[in-house]
C-alpha cells in the first residue's frame, strides 16, 4: 500500500470511528430519555397530580397505542422552546420532551392545542406519529389519548398531512402559527385547510363548538419538513 492510500485509509478510518461513536452516543440518549419517561409512571400509568407537584410546567400526558409515544406534554410560555431539549426534570437531554405551544392555553381554554415533538431516528419521541401516513395504521387507531392537568380525554383523528416551515412572507398555510385560536369561525378555517391537505379522507367532521389538538414533528420529505396530526377531542 503506497503512502497516499495508507493516508488516505486511515483518514477514513478515523472518520468510521467517529461516526459510529456519534451514533452509538445518539441512541444511548434516546434509551436514556425513554428510561427516563418511564421512571415518571405508575405501573403502566401515570398520576399527573402528583407529576405536577414534581414540575409544575407539566400540563399533560400523551399516549398513542401501539408507538413509543407514551410522555408528558409541558409548556413554559414565557420561553417557548425550553423543552426542546430538556427532560422532565430540567436536565439536558438531545430527545428532549413534548412541549405545548406558548399561544396554546388548556385554562382559558384555546381551540387548538398545539403540540410538538422530535422525529428521533431511534423511533422514540414523536417519530411514530408518522405512521398516520398508512391508513390502515390511522383505522386502527383512529383515537388517542390526551389526558391533561383538567381532566381525561380521547381524541378522534381528523386529518393527517405533510407541510414545511415557509418563509416568512409566504401566504402559504402555516399550521404551526395556529396554536392561539380562540373563535369558531378560525376553528373551521383552520380544519378546513387542514382537510385540504390531509392524506386520506378521515369522515370526521368538526364544528366550531369542538376543541382540538395538533401534533406535529419534523418530516424529511423537504427541506424543514413537517408532519402534523390533527385530532379533536370525543370524550
Not at 414540575?55 to 414565557?78: A, E, F, H, L
Not at 430538556?86 to 412541549?99: D, I, Q
Amino acid at each position: 500500500m503506497s503512502v497516499p492510500q495508507k493516508v488516505i485509509f486511515f483518514v477514513s478510518l478515523l472518520v468510521l470511528c467517529v461516526s459510529s461513536g456519534v451514533l452509538i452516543h445518539y441512541y444511548a440518549q434516546g434509551e436514556k430519555a425513554q428510561k427516563d419517561f418511564a421512571s415518571l409512571k405508575v405501573g403502566s400509568g401515570y398520576d399527573l397530580s402528583e407529576l405536577h407537584k414534581q414540575n409544575s410546567d407539566i400540563v399533560g400526558w400523551i399516549r398513542i397505542k401501539d408507538t413509543k409515544v407514551d410522555y408528558p406534554v409541558m409548556q413554559t410560555k414565557s420561553s417557548p422552546e425550553y423543552y426542546l431539549r430538556r427532560n422532565f426534570k430540567k436536565e439536558y437531554s438531545m430527545a428532549g420532551t413534548p412541549f405545548m405551544d406558548a399561544a396554546s392555553d388548556i385554562s382559558l381554554p384555546t381551540k387548538n392545542w398545539l403540540i410538538y415533538g422530535h422525529n428521533m431516528k431511534n423511533g422514540t419521541m414523536f417519530h411514530d406519529i408518522l405512521e398516520y401516513e398508512d391508513s390502515g395504521f390511522y383505522k386502527k387507531h383512529r383515537t388517542f389519548i390526551f389526558d391533561t392537568i383538567k381532566g381525561k380525554g380521547i381524541w378522534e383523528v381528523v386529518a393527517v398531512f405533510r407541510s414545511k416551515v415557509y418563509d416568512r412572507d409566504s401566504k402559504k398555510f402555516k399550521y404551526y402559527e395556529q396554536g392561539g385560536i380562540t373563535t369558531a369561525e378560525e376553528l373551521k378555517n383552520y380544519i378546513s385547510r387542514c382537510k385540504a391537505l390531509s392524506e386520506y379522507d378521515t369522515g370526521v367532521s368538526v364544528s366550531g363548538d369542538d376543541q382540538v389538538i395538533t401534533l406535529s414533528t419534523c418530516a424529511y420529505h423537504t427541506e424543514e419538513g413537517r408532519f402534523a396530526v390533527v385530532a379533536k377531542r370525543v370524550k
